[in-house]
């Protein structure tokens, strides 16, 4: 039996990818020193964050490998965002969600962050990038965040299994934050993450 995905399984990035930029038209100037979720990253610096793994998970889903593949996350401070961040970003988004809907790129391996790791694991890495950050800027810009039902359940799947286990959690997150099992199952996606659910600007 093959080990490779099957193409009715795979998470459509599309969705997430299309909230951020819903996100980003909320998003003033005057805001862009803000502080957010992410302790190390006021708003611009997030925003440049989230552009650069626009395009370095492009690359990864075509398994281009280089600089933007081949850096690990925290190693180098996130560059300066550009003058022209709200017209890129929404076109980078939508490559990155469309390189992930070829089923090529959910095969064999591929690189991200530094890391070489199975396709699979790459793409829904993505996806929680994706969902985890729209939250940060929601939450940053004290705006209502949508995210797909389907989004929040895979990536919560995603984290889940390191909750106990610091060495596959990386650098990447921080300790979980305990959740009641009843919350919704954002909150519990955003604990599992590392973050404070009630987190306010």
Not at 85 to 100: K, Q, V
Not at 119 to 129: K, N
Not at 142 to 168: E, H, M, N, T, W
Request: hydrophobic content about 40%; some cysteine.
């Amino acid at each position: 039996m093959s080990s490779e995905p099957n193409v009715h399984d795979l998470p459509d990035l599309g969705p997430a990818a299309a909230e951020l930029p819903r996100l980003l038209g909320g998003v003033r100037d005057d805001q862009l020193g803000a502080s957010t979720p992410c302790p190390a990253y006021a708003l611009r610096e997030l925003l440049a964050h989230i552009l650069g793994l626009s395009v370095a998970f492009q690359h990864a889903a075509r398994k281009e490998t280089g600089p933007s593949t081949g850096t690990a996350p925290g190693s180098v401070p996130p560059p300066e965002l550009p003058a022209d961040w709200r017209e890129l970003m929404p076109e980078n988004l939508a490559a990155m969600a469309a390189a992930w809907r070829d089923p090529a790129a959910w095969e064999g391996e591929t690189q991200a962050g530094g890391l070489t790791l199975p396709a699979a694991v790459t793409g829904r890495v993505a996806l929680d990038e994706l969902v985890v950050h729209g939250w940060d800027v929601a939450r940053a810009t004290g705006q209502d965040y949508r995210p797909a039902p389907v989004d929040l359940g895979i990536s919560y799947a995603f984290l889940a299994p390191s909750k106990d286990d610091p060495a596959a959690r990386g650098n990447a997150f921080g300790p979980p934050v305990d959740v009641p099992d009843g919350a919704p199952m954002l909150d519990r996606l955003i604990g599992m993450s590392g973050r404070d659910p009630g987190w306010k600007a």
